[in-house]
């Protein structure tokens, strides 16, 4: 299975790391590692350090994961969105030891929350992004914006048209799109496939983000896979399991389909 595992990260909270580090080398799995609020709070920068020398000393491919939780750097109140801000750059600044290929972030758009507020919410994202660009730019990686809860691609669109720079690309979830979107693959595939730099790639039945193995759920993978060759695109794929047996499964799969064999 080495040939997929070569072509994908795989998705690990920071404070896992310690645990499956041994076995992260030794399976040459290319690591997305999720700083949680927790771990930049308690953060020891001396160990962060030695991890990322490990890592890149073991010729691994890095992406990152920023923060989320209670996370709005869409927020119409200033100094919400400021904390937003803040928070991410932490994440953001550890691309200085790690040099990740890219930082997944979340816009956190939700039209349940922000009622009739599409414009406000676009002009406040866009003071947030632009400036976390800027640190990202700095540190020589990229952003890649995901979708989470949003039901159809037309603010997202807008949001990338605004922020016009090759340092911010779409991070397609695929989990995500089957549990909350209401509007088919195609359109999303149209109206942003242009932006479309990282895929998270796990599945569901539509009801809810169960985060299973790629094919275990309803998502159509092969429309995916065959508008990515029809296109080729050869975006950052990362498994997005929660648990070692899902993951797995996840490589067994894409094996067996040859999901990834254009590449």
């Given at each position: 299975?080495q040939?997929v595992?070569?072509k ?7 404070h896992f ?6 076995d ?5 799995l290319?690591p ?7 771990a930049?709070?308690?953060?020891d920068?001396?160990?962060?350090r ?8 073991s010729?691994l491919?890095v992406?990152f994961?920023?923060?989320?939780m209670d ?6 109140d200033?100094?919400i969105?400021r904390?937003?801000?803040?928070r991410?750059?932490?994440a ?5 030891y ?5 930082i997944?972030?979340?816009?956190m758009?939700d039209d ?14 866009v ?5 976390l660009?800027?640190?990202a730019?700095?540190h020589n990686?990229i952003l890649?914006?995901?979708n ?6 037309r ?16 991070c ?5 799109f089957?549990?909350?979107?209401y509007?088919?693959?195609?359109i999303?595939?149209?109206e942003?496939?242009?932006y479309?730099g ?5 599945d569901?039945?539509?009801?809810r983000?169960?985060h299973l193995a790629v094919?275990?759920?309803t ?6 896979f ?7 695109k ?7 399991a ?5 993951l ?7 094996k067996k389909e ?6």
């Open positions: 299975m040939d595992i070569s994908v990260q795989v998705h690990i909270p920071y790391l310690p645990q499956y580090q041994v992260i080398i030794e399976n040459k290319n997305e590692i999720y700083f949680s609020q927790y930049l709070k308690d953060m920068m001396e160990k962060c030695e991890t990322a020398r490990l890592i890149r000393n010729g491919k992406t994961h920023a923060p989320f996370l709005r750097p869409g927020a119409l200033d100094k969105r904390v937003s801000v803040d991410m750059k932490q953001i600044e550890l691309a200085q790690f040099q990740p290929l890219r997944v972030c979340h816009p758009f349940r929350y922000y009622v009739d507020c599409d414009d406000l919410w676009l002009e406040a994202s003071k947030s992004w632009t400036e660009i800027d640190l730019k700095a990686t890649s914006l995901e989470v809860y949003d039901k159809e691609p603010l997202l669109r807008r949001l990338f048209e605004a922020l016009a720079s090759d340092s911010v690309c779409f397609l979830d695929t989990g995500h089957n549990a909350f979107s509007t088919p693959l195609k999303w595939l149209k942003l496939g242009k479309l990282q895929l998270h790639l796990h569901n039945f539509g009801e983000d169960e094919g275990m759920g998502f159509p993978f092969e429309e995916l065959a508008w990515l060759r029809k296109n080729k050869k975006p950052v794929f990362t498994l997005e929660h648990d070692q047996k899902e797995w499964k996840s490589i067994g799969d894409i040859g999901y990834l064999d254009f590449i």
